[in-house]
């Protein structure tokens, strides 16, 4: 299992614009447009090209964007390689299911649980919260239903919690990173954008199991420098030095 999950995708040297993963981010709302950008800032630094559709055309929306230069505006579906579909949607007209039908990666997030089924989760990455796990498969949120829910649904699905419960229906993996300063609003979009962006060049249980570890490891990191006095802008500033402690020193130091 370890070696399994030690597979991370590394830019190779010959690498052009592209190669590296293209991913789509599918978010936000008049309301709630500080979960686009949280996404937009937990990918941008993991993936070449990052493209953003709003769930609604509205000006504080486009204008909180519009400060991310790497950040893509779109109308219609690019050519990507990941989606992510959810994060902060409230309930903006867009066709969820159409989106989710275009892509073989995909990850469902946010509000998009309210929208979907589970049958919709065919293939995708699942990132509810426990109440979000209950309110979507009618059942607790232990080890035991989140494998047999993704067994059923033929899914991956990230728990999240206290220890975040990983699994795609065959195996089950657990992360321990991370500490109460990330009950934070935001954070979760900073993870959503973050495993979309591993999700492209990843297998799912992979991607999933790197972006809660690194997730919360950067939360670990902010909390040695200034306890639980974050947020979720901090968080997303932190993950390429998580990332680079918690997963690529390792694969340079294993023998």
Not at 169 to 195: C, E, F, P, W, Y
């Amino acid at each position: 299992m370890r070696k399994y999950l030690s597979l991370v995708w590394r830019p190779l040297a010959y690498s052009r614009k592209g190669d590296n993963g293209k991913i789509l981010i599918a978010a936000g709302s008049r309301k709630y447009h500080g979960a686009a950008v949280f996404s937009i800032l937990g990918a941008r630094r993991f993936s070449d090209l990052v493209y953003f559709m709003p769930g609604e055309m509205n000006n504080k929306l486009i204008f909180a964007i519009s400060g991310i230069p790497e950040c893509i505006m779109v109308e219609r579906d690019p050519k990507a390689d990941a989606l992510l579909a959810g994060p902060g949607l409230d309930d903006a007209d867009i066709d969820i299911r159409s989106l989710l039908r275009s892509y073989r990666k995909k990850v469902i997030d946010g509000d998009a649980f309210r929208m979907l089924q589970p049958k919709d989760a065919v293939g995708a990455v699942l990132t509810p919260h426990e109440g979000e796990f209950e309110y979507f498969f009618g059942v607790e949120g232990t080890e035991e239903n989140v494998k047999e829910m993704a067994a059923k649904y033929k899914c991956t699905i990230l728990r999240k919690g206290k220890v975040d419960i990983i699994s795609d229906g065959q195996r089950v993996v657990k992360n321990r990173t991370g500490n109460a300063g990330m009950t934070k609003g935001g954070t979760g979009d900073v993870l959503a954008g973050l495993l979309t962006a591993l999700l492209a060049k990843n297998s799912n249980l992979a991607a999933a199991y790197h972006a809660a570890r690194v997730n919360g490891y950067a939360g670990d990191m902010l909390y040695r420098n200034f306890g639980f006095s974050y947020s979720a802008s901090d968080l997303a500033e932190m993950l390429p030095f998580a990332f680079k402690k918690a997963v690529i020193r390792p694969l340079l130091t294993r023998p």
